[in-house]
């Protein structure tokens, strides 16, 4: 179900503008507006969940078509030389955006994954 506050369901619901890159039925993908890589995207699936762990519990099918679509279409972004997916989920992870989101990032090399 949409969240009437939520800026990703408005983006699904065409009520903000977002550079579309692919979508399915369940799953939409548009360019990350800060992009921290050469390519970067988000997937997410048309329902809100809050986060990747609320997600999975509540529909492990979407979860693997949120999966798969970033899988295709790091194919068709030519990223073969290699990708990262990534799901932040909660407060020390950076979250921002509390409508699950898948990035892609690629297009360079992309160095260590975090820093402590
Ligand atoms: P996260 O920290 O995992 O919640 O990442 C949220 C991402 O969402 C961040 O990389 C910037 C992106 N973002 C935030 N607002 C918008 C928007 O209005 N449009 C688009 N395309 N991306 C957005």
Redesign the pocket.
């Known amino acids: 179900m949409a969240m009437t506050d939520c800026?990703?369901c408005k983006?699904v619901a065409g009520e903000?503008?977002?550079?579309k890159v692919a979508e399915t039925d369940a799953t939409l993908a548009?360019?990350?507006?800060?992009?921290?890589a050469p390519t970067?995207i988000?997937v997410i699936p048309k329902a809100h969940y809050v986060n990747a762990a609320e997600m999975v519990l509540a529909d492990p099918d979407l979860t693997t078509r949120v999966m798969e679509e970033a899988v295709k279409i790091a194919d068709s972004e030519e990223l073969s030389q290699g990708y990262r997916l990534?799901?932040?989920t909660g407060k020390d992870?950076?979250?921002?955006?509390?409508h699950v989101?898948l990035?892609i990032l690629g297009g360079k090399p992309l160095g260590p994954m975090v820093s402590v």
């Open positions: 800026l990703f983006i903000l503008p977002a550079t548009f360019r990350d507006i800060n992009p921290q970067h988000l990534l799901f932040n992870s950076g979250q921002e955006v509390f989101h990035h």
